[in-house]
């Protein structure tokens, strides 16, 4: 009954997945600064390059997703965005199955995985996420994989060699070098092991205590000890391996790019508060966590919901957007899956709690049908912006805009492809702003695009523009079009 109630809702996500995907015009304008950075390396210039006054090319993350995506790039679509987007699609549909497949190992009801597939998938930062050029979903997805293939090995002691814990390892390090926050699950999943190992020697014989899969007297596996050893050789490897290659860019770019002091108090909250429509998840997801850490059972999706909500610590970024809520959306999703494969059992007991997580999942579905007014902007886009393409390849010589992606879309050159790291890089001293303030003195760009209105505002409350930008283009620049974006020309 619950799975037939989560069907519609199922079908409704594909529906705007597909109306998302064929969507012509940028989402989001980063995803005119992944693009661009993609033939970047087709054109064989470095990704990590140094910062210059004339030039900034951002490239936030790390490279598996640019690699990939200058490798889809070389494939014509519909449209620009087409190829790029479709490679997001395809891991948030293969997200969904690993959520079937996990909640079939540690829920023991696949009808249940179907359930949190739909819940996932529902989701309006899914739906979103799925159809922008961006590596989240990627990343998600190699964390899935690894959450499903830790799932079976906890799940089948008698098999659990330590090679199946480095293929896990293996799984999160690729995510961790698609996006560098994809952390919670390796963390998860060695305090999963961690648990584990402690209940079992605990409840060992003496003679028991000293076999040879424990690491001497200590109350630890050898396969915890190989998977933690494991991640930790290949992560730092690598990431060791692509700064010596890139004379120490990486690190700048990646990790050197994204400081602390760009962080916001309030944009965490309002970021929080768009999770409150999941609370009946979060109540089984919470009910789940003490079961399994009384029982063992589904170990590691419980340990997951434990750690993945820490995630959400970067929608205080100056810049974040829902994309941090995705993965406290998989480990709820993952959780109400094992809840409906619990609820069945206790069903079968005539248990009456089973009463209670069929109200909760009931409700919880019903809920999923209701997305947060927030979203519907985004989720139906109702002003196609043509009519800044058609200016854009109009206008001669170069232009300078906020959103990347329009230039992109409309085949501008790009000397400066990411304002909403670039600005507050020069805020911060990371990046020298000067040699941009004088082009805008110099009037060297015949128009400038802006989401602000700088007849009215002296600061941009985003942070993508300083104030020293924002008051060179208002000493040079006069605004010639009042829309959703104001268009400013040289005076």
């Not at 790039?73 to 997001?88: E, T």
């Not at 919470?286 to 434990?306: E, K, S």
Request: glycine share 8%; aromatic share 10%; hydrophobic share 50%.
């Amino acid at each position: 009954m619950l799975t037939l109630a989560a069907l519609p809702l199922l079908w409704k996500a594909l529906a705007r997945l597909a109306a998302l995907l064929g969507y012509p015009y940028p989402h989001d304008g980063l995803e005119g600064t992944l693009l661009h950075e993609a033939r970047l390396l087709r054109a064989g210039e470095p990704l990590y390059q140094p910062l210059q006054q004339l030039r900034f090319v951002s490239a936030p993350y790390p490279p598996l997703h640019a690699l990939l995506l200058a490798l889809a790039d070389r494939f014509a679509g519909p449209h620009v965005f087409w190829s790029g987007r479709l490679i997001s699609l395809i891991a948030t549909l293969g997200v969904a199955a690993l959520i079937i497949l996990t909640a079939r190992r540690a829920g023991g009801a696949w009808l249940g995985g179907l359930i949190g597939a739909a819940l996932f998938l529902s989701a309006p930062p899914a739906l979103l996420w799925a159809t922008r050029i961006k590596p989240d979903m990627l990343a998600l997805l190699l964390t899935a994989l690894g959450l499903y293939l830790a799932t079976r090995a906890m799940g089948d002691p008698q098999r659990s060699n330590v090679w199946r814990w480095s293929v896990v390892a293996g799984c999160f390090v690729l995510a961790f070098f698609t996006k560098q926050t994809a952390i919670a699950a390796p963390l998860a999943c060695g305090l999963a092991l961690l648990t584990a190992d402690v209940r079992a020697f605990d409840r060992a014989p003496p003679r028991l205590r000293a076999r040879a899969d424990y690491v001497g007297r200590l109350p630890i596996r050898w396969r915890t000890l190989v998977f933690g050893l494991t991640y930790a050789a290949l992560a730092l490897g690598v990431w060791a391996l692509l700064d010596g290659v890139t004379g120490f860019q990486y690190s700048a770019h990646v990790w050197g790019l994204h400081r602390s002091e760009w962080r916001s108090t309030a944009l965490l909250i309002k970021f929080v508060e768009l999770l409150a429509p999941y609370w009946p998840a979060a109540l089984l997801a919470a009910a789940l966590v003490a079961r399994a850490l009384r029982t063992g059972r589904a170990l590691v999706p419980a340990c997951y919901a434990l750690v993945a909500p820490l995630t959400l610590l970067g929608a205080s970024e100056t810049g974040a957007n829902h994309n941090h809520l995705l993965e406290t959306l998989l480990a709820l999703a993952l959780l109400a899956s094992c809840a409906a494969g619990w609820m069945a059992e206790l069903l079968a007991r005539r248990n009456p709690a089973a009463l209670l997580l069929l109200g909760l999942l009931g409700g919880q579905i019903a809920l999923a049908y209701q997305p947060q007014q927030w979203y519907l902007g985004e989720l139906a886009p109702d002003d196609p912006p043509a009519r800044y393409l058609t200016y854009l390849r109009a206008a001669p010589g170069e232009v300078l805009a906020d959103d990347v992606g329009l230039l992109f879309a409309a085949g501008r050159p790009l000397r400066y492809d990411d304002p909403s790291t670039m600005g507050p890089a020069a805020r911060s001293g990371v990046w020298d702003q000067s040699g941009l303030l004088r082009e805008i003195a110099e009037r060297r760009f015949s128009a400038i695009l802006l989401p602000l209105n700088l007849e009215r505002e002296t600061s941009d409350p985003s942070g993508r523009w300083t104030d020293e930008m924002l008051a060179a283009i208002r000493a040079h620049y006069r605004l010639e079009f009042r829309d959703t974006i104001f268009t400013y020309v040289p005076k």
